[in-house]
């Protein structure tokens, strides 16, 4: 089936591949040899045909009546997928080579049914290498039983003792040899070559008694030409499948470390990470996520040092010094090579200046972590040229920055999220070079914001707004980023008494006017009247207000506090993947579990969350 939309439930790869999979086991794309690059597949389905070839039928694996589970094994990336039907059970069991650009697929089938059954499995195959659909070749090679596809400086070598029949084709509807007819009759052609948008299908026949059952293995393999790829192939070694973990572990503590080992899979050789792996390629549904962004980038290292990892910072920071523009600022998002990818939040009006901000916010953390570590001169010159651009775009009179656009990348004007980022970019330069003009700035931001910002409700409990509309009115809607001002930027003071009651009053704010019921608990949409996918509530939001009550519960001792804080972290698991990944959002547009996944903000932001939850609860 043609996939315009990936909603995959896994990942697997290495360090210069990234290859997502559906809950039945497809092969949705495969990004190589860099985690943005072209996704390789445009569709590669597990199917079952039934019966001898041309008097039986065909049911893939993901539609009825075939029901599937899926879970990596034990501590590992190791992925196994189980799907039952017509008294069959398939099993694969994935496994990337850590070394070789190469996926090993081993395949059981085991007859259930009570009686004889005997049919084909195959994979239906449609590979666009280097991100073309036209003009690839598609070959056979009887003697080494090896299937090969390629397009320039792309490459798939396909082999295994599961590869014992196949179909060379082309993808089109209206050719007769589409590979999709071939496995419709049951019957395929063996055949050797074809050209074009081409596709193919792979697979074995099998005949099992009651009780029986089969094992084969496929192995996928890439490279830049056919020799890279089929020396991937032939070279490639794969650990050992771990047994499945029979202990009870609270889903906290699993969804804790299938954060901490998916993270990695995000982040390229080049340094930084995709917000998440791209899953809607033509724009259909949103703008794209598979980009690095400078502040998604910020949250992704700081959940990793939370947890005691520092090298992504160290890459991250190395990557922004290379790539910091001119004038001292970061876009909206990037290709992870330094190269501006296609933005619509353009400087100076229309910036998105929190990436700009976020940058130094966790170049601060990073400190914290290693405060020993000598701040290396080009870290140094990056800090100071961010932080005087983020002067240069304050206001002078109000003390806010001028109009820029706001974290959610729809509305110009000042806000308080973006401020506080500001404001602890600003710091953490003042902190390196010792400077007051940093810290002066700093301040002026900080009390812009509790001048202009802070409203009160109809009993004065103060909480913080928005900030400014783009015409310089006030903005009063309570905007679930404004929690950024309370962790991570901790623009409040939570030692100040009336800088406490303001982030009381926001997560008050946050509660009374952004919290939902969702699946049985709670959770935070983004802001007041979103439109963005019906207004649903995101695990970033969640876990941003879970984090935010754990920082204030840290002050106060507010048991209450800790539990609300529990309840986020467990209800955003919820409408995480069947794998426990988490989306950014908890709906998709047309009624989908789950909207963007993993996405790489919200795991690192609940590696953080249950790092406090955990404290909170010594």
């Not at 698991?573 to 996944?597: D, F, H, I, S, V």
């Amino acid at each position: 089936r043609v996939m315009p939309v990936f909603l995959s439930t896994s990942i697997l790869g290495n360090a210069r591949n990234l290859l997502t999979v559906g809950a039945a086991g497809e092969l949705m794309a495969w990004f190589h040899p860099h985690k943005d690059h072209f996704q390789n597949i445009d569709s590669c389905v597990p199917a079952l045909y039934l019966g001898h070839g041309g008097r039986g039928f065909l049911n893939y694996l993901h539609d009825a009546p075939f029901q599937s589970q899926q879970d990596y094994l034990g501590e590992s990336l190791v992925l196994q997928t189980r799907i039952s039907g017509h008294g069959l059970e398939i099993c694969f069991t994935d496994t990337f080579c850590e070394t070789e650009n190469a996926l090993q697929r081993r395949i059981r089938i085991e007859n259930q049914a009570g009686e004889f059954r005997n049919g084909g499995l195959y994979h239906l195959g449609h590979f666009k290498m280097g991100g073309h659909r036209e003009g690839n070749a598609l070959a056979f090679d009887f003697a080494r039983q090896i299937l090969t596809q390629n397009h320039r400086e792309a490459a798939l070598c396909i082999g295994g003792d599961a590869l014992v029949g196949h179909h060379l084709g082309k993808a089109g509807a209206n050719w007769g040899n589409n590979a999709r007819y071939a496995l419709e009759k049951g019957v395929l052609a063996g055949n050797a070559l074809e050209i074009g948008d081409v596709n193919f299908a792979i697979g074995f026949y099998f005949e099992l008694e009651s009780g029986q059952s089969l094992e084969k293995t496929l192995v996928f393999a890439l490279g830049e030409t056919p020799d890279t790829a089929r020396h991937a192939l032939e070279n490639a070694t794969f650990a050992p499948a771990p047994e499945k973990s029979s202990a009870q572990k609270d889903e906290l503590d699993i969804a804790f470390g299938r954060c901490l080992r998916a993270l990695p899979l995000l982040r390229g050789e080049e340094g930084v990470a995709v917000a998440a792996p791209e899953f809607d390629p033509e724009f259909i549904s949103c703008g794209g996520y598979g980009y690095f962004w400078p502040r998604d980038g910020a949250e992704y290292v700081a959940g990793l040092l939370d947890a005691g990892q520092s090298e992504a910072a160290a890459q991250m920071f190395d990557w922004c010094a290379r790539h910091q523009d001119a004038s001292g600022l970061w876009h909206q998002r990037y290709f992870l090579n330094g190269v501006p990818g296609p933005n619509w939040c353009l400087p100076p009006d229309a910036l998105q200046i929190d990436q700009v901000g976020a940058v130094g916010w966790a170049y601060g953390k990073w400190l914290d972590f290693a405060p020993e570590t000598k701040v290396p001169k080009a870290h140094k010159t990056m800090l100071v040229r961010a932080a005087d651009y983020l002067i240069s775009r304050l206001d002078e009179n109000s003390g806010v920055h001028k109009n820029a656009f706001d974290t959610w990348e729809t509305f110009i004007g000042s806000f308080t999220y973006s401020n506080a980022a500001i404001y602890a970019h600003l710091l953490t330069t003042h902190r390196v070079t010792k400077k007051k003009i940093y810290l002066e700035a700093a301040q002026r931001v900080k009390t812009g914001v509790l001048t202009h910002f802070v409203r009160e409700m109809s009993d004065g409990t103060p909480f913080l707004v928005r900030g400014f509309r783009q015409n310089g009115e006030p903005d009063e809607t309570v905007d679930s980023a404004s929690l950024g001002a309370i962790e991570p930027f901790e623009l409040l003071d939570l030692e100040v008494p009336r800088e406490l009651e303001i982030a009381l009053g926001t997560l008050r704010a946050m509660t009374e006017k952004l919290e939902v019921d969702w699946m049985g608990g709670r959770a935070i949409r983004r802001f007041e009247g979103d439109e963005y996918v019906g207004g649903v509530p995101a695990c970033v939001n969640t876990l941003w207000m879970a984090r935010c009550c754990l920082h204030v519960a840290q002050k106060t001792g507010d048991a209450a506090l800790v539990e609300r804080a529990e309840g986020f972290l467990r209800v955003v698991l919820k409408r995480a993947t069947p794998t426990l990944l988490l989306p950014e959002l908890m709906q998709g547009p047309n009624g989908e579990n789950y909207w963007a996944a993993p996405h790489g903000w919200a795991m690192s932001s609940f590696v953080s969350a249950y790092l406090k939850l955990r404290a909170a609860r010594l």
